[in-house]
Each structure stands twice: as C-alpha cells, then as structure tokens.
T-cell receptor, first 112, second 115 residues
C-alpha cells in the first residue's frame, strides 16, 4: 500500500462547479497535511496545509481532514479554467520534523 | 521576499559529463530538500538536510549522485558521470523547522537533459 494515495484523474468539472480532490494516507501518526498545485512545466506551489480535524477555508479553497478515516480532501468552489493543474497531496512523516511524503497527484481539468 | 533559487534552469549535457545543480534556500529556512520528478516516477525525494546536516539520503539513486550543503544558504547536487536516465526535472525545496508544521516551498527547478 502506498503511503499517500490519490486518484490520478483526470477529474473533469465544468466551470463554476465544485471540484473535490481526495487523498488517503497510511501513516496514522501524521500530524500535518498539505495540498500543492502544479501547473504543467512549473514547480509545486503550496495552496494550503491543515493539521486539525475538520475544515480549513482559504478563499475558494477548503481543506478537510478526517484523521480517524485517514483522509484529507481539497474542495475548490467556483472552479475556473485557471484551476486546471495537477494537485499533489503530501503528509508530514511521523518522527521527522520536516520530511514530506507526496502522492502522485490528481490532474484537474476545468472545462468551459 | 526571494523564494528558493535554483541554477541553472536548463542543462543539456552529454552522457559521461559531470553535472552540478545549485540551490539557495529561502533566508531563515533550515531544512533543504532535493527532489527529482519524471512522468514515470513522479516526485521523488533524493536527500534532505536539517541545519546543513544530511538526514536521509536513501532516495539517492546511486553513487553517481552526491549532495552537499556547506552553509545555510547554499546546496549542490552533483551527478558524475551523468547518464540519459538521469534526465528529469530536479527541484530544491526549503522549510523552517521552527514553525513545526513542515510546509515546504519549491524552487523553479532545473530541467536536465542528458544525451
């Protein structure tokens, strides 16, 4: 079992809809969880991080964490074509102060 | 504020040549990471440093790869000799141990092509 799993997609949503991206992880001790966005040919860009159960909102983005079920999700409201990118989920490895394990990413396509 | 700086942005070299990639982390950050990204293997952690000390180099593919961090503001990743299968985008990222939350910030990457 991979440590961090994501559906590779592509996930296609129409403009203006809510995009829901999901991630499951195996390390129960993980304390911090991250979402990165990566445009084609660019570097990963940090969107949000969350470490408490529940929701965290930042503009059109909401991260949701459920430690009991070991999943973290990212909701993008009012999806725009500019949101089309690959979204990487990452967890902070237990017992390390800084090492992240990344999923393989979900490709999101927002259609007109 | 300046982000993570990497150089060169693009490198084309012939098989067998030495390649050196450079990274300057965000000022004040004390963790530094080298990643490699390919279509086939995704984003792979090669090595990381905390306070200039290598902590985990288990991702370094073989002895041809080496990394150093002589001071808090500079790191190098060297491949000697290079091979075509080393062609990839190499990212450097940095974070601050002081925050305790672990978020990393990536540089723009170096696209390496070995012919």
């Amino acid at each position: 079992q991979k440590e961090v799993e994501q559906n590779s997609g592509p996930l296609s949503v129409p403009e203006g809809a809510i995009a829901s991206l999901n991630c499951t992880y195996s390390d129960r001790g993980s304390q911090s969880f991250f979402w990165y966005r990566q445009y084609s040919g660019k570097s990963p860009e940090l969107i949000m991080f969350i470490y408490s159960n529940g929701d965290k909102e930042d503009g059109r983005f909401t991260a949701q964490l459920n430690k009991a079920s070991q999943y973290v999700s990212l909701l993008i409201r009012d999806s725009q074509p500019s949101d089309s990118a690959t979204y990487l989920c990452a967890i902070l490895n237990t017992g390390t102060a800084s090492k992240l394990t990344f999923g393989t990413g979900t490709r999101l396509q927002v259609t007109l | 504020d300046a982000g993570v700086i990497q150089s060169p942005r693009h490198e084309v070299t012939e098989m067998g040549q030495e390649v050196t990639l450079r990274c300057k982390p965000i000022s004040g950050h004390n963790s530094l990471f080298w990643y490699r990204q390919t279509m086939m293997r995704g984003l792979e952690l090669l090595i990381y440093f905390n306070n200039n000390v290598p902590i985990d180099d288990s991702g370094m593919p073989e002895d041809r790869f080496s990394a150093k961090m002589p001071n808090a503001s500079f790191s190098t990743l060297k491949i000697q000799p290079s091979e075509p299968r080393d062609s990839a985008v190499y990212f450097c990222a940095s974070s601050s141990l002081r925050t305790g939350t672990g978020e990393q910030y990536f540089g723009p990457g170096t696209r390496l092509t070995v012919t």
